[in-house]
């Protein structure tokens, strides 16, 4: 295979993005359709894969939209698609090998079709290794591009059909934050809004940092102009999205204190009737939060708050100071002032070294907390962490018991905080027909669980359900 000249190509490089150095600026003129695909796309189709989480998902909303203004049509079958994108997750390797699984079927796509364009980008695109890997490959792949310039989709595409050549624009230090993209939101009920990017945590394990930059706050007019907008167009919910959420405005340079805590006050006073917020680092989710969601009724009783592990050690090895006895302290106040708010989690077992003892600890805190629900995750290397270095004794043989021994406390607490909800009466906003059971409706009630249930119902409305059943899933019921 020839040997790619890669000084001709824009690659992710980790120390880079290890720094933190650059203030943001906000641009609300940064988006232009290049001339040379005006209406290009007009009687072809495309397809975008999302993997990863709520921001990766509002990524692909604005590439949908940036990439219908020039006339392309959206299929949910890749096989029909003229052009196909996989916005790709870092955080774990599994998802990862389903990428690379991925880019298999498209590049045998591409050999019998050479007209049809495929690329990666998001997370994955974001690391060094990964890139690396694609470009020692005979992979046809026809860009790739990073998180940091989304809002370039177009231009990356303009070199690719014209230039006919493999194009990689992956930044490695944080670009600005772009206002006034165009998107196309999953639906016309429920949609994400960004109030910030990346993250400034490194905890030991994690990749975000680098596939996400440093913190980027966005203004709050900005942000409230998006929600009011929504409000106008029939949104009943939105959720407050950020690598982590509680972090908003502590970038801010100005001597006024804007902080979540106010952001999540003023979007409350909008009058939409759902606010949602997610994810949140416990270190700093503040009790004032918690008095401002008592405070107003649209803002919804479900927090989200990973503490990773129930011992201190592994926590200070996972960059992740927090003292059980504050987190306990956390939740018990959230329990107090909002009593019939759901908490979840997310968990990881068998960091390197965790030992038994350690484990165990994991599994008590998890005993006295009695979550609602929670994320499970074995321990995952990512390449360029800290974490990755560390030479690990525990077999993975051992972390796959360890994690079906914490699956199955999950499990006996998500069934039992379920059937505390039988008889009474839930406000469900209704997405629509059941997925299993078209006879059947489904939706969420307040706590962030799902409802599905019998009666006379279309998606938007917000009715009252009877419980009568519960599972370890779903709740089950009748409306009323």
């Known amino acids: 295979m020839k040997k790619r000249d890669l000084s001709k190509y824009f690659l992710p490089n980790n120390r880079d993005a290890r720094k933190r150095i650059k203030k943001a600026d906000v641009i609300k003129d940064g988006f232009l359709v290049p001339i040379n695909l005006t209406n290009y796309g007009k009687g072809k189709k495309y397809h975008i894969k999302t993997f990863g989480c709520q921001s990766n998902v509002r990524d692909t909303e604005t590439m949908m939209g940036i990439i ?49 364009i495929f690329g990666m980008c998001g997370c994955m695109a974001q690391e060094e290794a990964v890139v690396n890997r694609i470009l020692k490959s005979n992979y046809k792949v026809d860009f790739i591009f990073g998180t940091h310039n989304i ?27 772009i206002e006034n993209l165009p998107s196309k939101r999953e639906n016309n009920l429920k949609g994400f809004v960004n109030v910030m990017y990346g993250c400034d945590k490194f905890c030991t394990y994690c990749i975000v940092p680098l596939t996400r930059g440093k913190i980027r706050s966005r203004k709050k007019e900005d942000i409230l102009d998006e929600v009011n907008a929504m409000i106008e167009e029939g949104y009943k919910e939105v959720t407050l999205i950020g690598q982590n959420v509680n972090s908003y405005g502590i970038d801010f340079e100005s001597n006024d204190k804007y902080v979540f805590v106010n952001l999540l006050e003023e979007v409350a006073k909008t009058g939409i009737e759902r606010v949602r917020f997610t994810t949140s680092n416990p270190w700093n989710f503040t009790k004032e939060i918690v008095d401002i969601m008592k405070k107003y009724p649209n803002i919804m009783p479900h927090i989200h708050l990973p503490i990773q592990s129930g011992d201190e050690t592994i926590l200070k090895k996972m960059n992740r100071p927090m003292k059980i ?12 002032n909002i009593p019939n708010c759901s908490i979840t989690t997310d968990l990881i077992v068998g960091f390197p070294n965790e030992t038994k003892e350690q484990f165990d600890k994991t599994l008590e805190l998890y005993n006295k907390i009695k979550f609602d629900n929670a994320f499970t995750f074995i321990y995952s290397k990512r390449d360029g962490t800290p974490a990755a270095v560390i030479p690990d004794s525990i077999s993975l043989e051992e972390k796959k018991d360890r994690l079906q021994k914490l699956n199955e406390l999950v499990k006996v607490y998500a069934k039992e905080n379920n059937q505390k909800f039988v008889n009474t009466v839930l406000d469900v906003l209704v997405d629509g027909p059941s997925k299993k059971d ?43």
């Open 68 to 116: 219908e203004m020039i006339g392309y049509e959206y299929t949910e079958d890749v096989n029909d698609a003229d052009l196909v994108l996989l916005n790709t997750c870092a955080i774990r390797e599994h998802a990862e090998d389903k990428v690379f699984a991925d880019i298999g079927v498209l590049d045998r796509i591409k050999r019998n079709n050479p007209n049809f």
């Open 151 to 177: 809002h370039r989709v177009l231009n990356v595409l303009e070199q690719v059909i014209f230039e006919k050549n493999l194009v990689v624009e992956v930044w490695s230090h944080e670009g600005d934050v």
């Open 325 to 336: 006895d504050d987190y306990v302290d956390l939740v018990s106040y959230i329990r107090k």
């Open 438 to 480: 078209k006879s059947v409706i489904s939706g969420y009630s307040p706590q962030w669980k799902v409802v599905n249930f019998t009666g006379d119902a279309k998606p938007g409305d917000i009715v009252k359900v009877l419980i009568t059943s519960a599972s370890l899933f779903t709740l089950n019921g009748k409306m009323v």
